[in-house]
C-alpha cells in the first residue's frame, strides 16, 4: 500500500505497518510535507534494502519493523 505520512501514522499507531518503503527524490524543495508529523510512539525501523536508479539519482530505501515485545 502506498499512502503519506498520515496514513502510515494511522496504521502504525494499530501496529499494522511490517515495512516501510522511502524514496529519495534529487528535487530541492523550499517547502514540504513532513515525512510522518505527530507520530505518537517511536517507530524503530531495520534497513534490509537500498537501491540507487543511476539513470535518476533516486534512491530507495527499504525497512521492516522493529517489534517492541
Known sequence: MF?????????????LVDTVEVSIVPVMLGAGVPLVADL???VELI???????ETTGTVSLVY???RVP
Open 3 to 15: 499512502g503519506g505520512g498520515a496514513l502510515f501514522r494511522n496504521l502504525s499507531e494499530e501496529g
Open 64 to 66: 521492516e519493523v522493529k
Open 47 to 53: 534497513l534490509t534494502e537500498q537501491r540507487l536508479y
Open 40 to 42: 505518537s510512539t517511536r
